[in-house]
């Protein structure tokens, strides 16, 4: 299976197609606060100029199920990021009323509990995958900052063997990215910060090297 690439953060129409024709599957959008962060209005000006094959994620943290349902349908949205406040009956809820079609995503800050945290999320039919990233005391995500790769690499091949989707994020850069594919042999990998010239914006050059690198580390 090949590797899973998505680029997060995305705040404009530039940005969301220069990581397509890089070679990204996913582009994610962030509707929570961050410097990242965009309005349902904003990306839905933005999703229908995209090839079809991109994949267009929400990221939502301590959402309520309304705010997703109506910003999937607004924004053209194929799949959500859920942040470990949504409790564990969410995805259920959005799978019964967004259908099968909808990638759920779930995250979950690596450190103590992750383990059972990622067990838990991996048991749940209604979770497509889990992604795994590193958590500051003033941001969950897009932190620039990476977990213990070395500490995590068993959880990845624990649950690789029951072939569940894990996704590698948190401080990956272009710099460090086949390193993480290397030790984690992660499904996926997840950036924003690592490929971007200032918060927000994307850096072609980072961006294009950053997905090059982690395509030739997934081959190996």
Not at 41 to 54: G, R, S
Not at 58 to 70: H, M, P, Q, R, T
Not at 127 to 135: E, I, P
Not at 197 to 206: A, T
Request: glycine share 10%; with cysteine.
């Amino acid at each position: 299976m090949s590797l899973w690439i998505k680029i997060c953060g995305s705040t404009s129409l530039e940005d969301a197609r220069l990581a397509g024709e890089a070679g990204a599957d996913a582009v994610g959008f962030v509707f929570a606060p961050s410097p990242r962060r965009v309005t349902p209005a904003q990306v839905a000006a933005i999703t229908p100029h995209l090839a079809a094959a991109v994949e267009k994620i929400g990221v939502f943290v301590n959402a309520g199920l309304d705010e997703i349902y109506s910003t999937v349908h607004m924004c053209g949205l194929t799949g959500v990021q859920l942040h470990s406040e949504a409790g564990p009956g969410v995805p259920g809820r959005l799978r019964e009323r967004l259908g099968r079609g909808l990638r759920i995503l779930r995250v979950v800050h690596f450190g103590a509990g992750a383990a059972e945290q990622i067990a838990q999320h991996t048991r749940n039919r209604d979770v497509d995958g889990v992604l795994v990233d590193s958590r500051t005391p003033t941001a969950v995500g897009g932190t620039g900052v990476t977990f213990d790769w070395d500490s995590a690499s068993a959880i990845f091949s624990q649950n690789a063997e029951a072939r569940k989707r894990l996704i590698a994020a948190g401080g990956l850069r272009p710099e460090n990215v086949a390193e993480a594919i290397a030790t984690l042999q992660p499904w996926g990998v997840d950036v924003a910060s690592g490929v971007e010239s200032e918060p927000g914006k994307k850096d072609p050059e980072k961006l294009r090297i950053f997905v090059a690198k982690a395509r030739a580390a997934a081959q190996e």
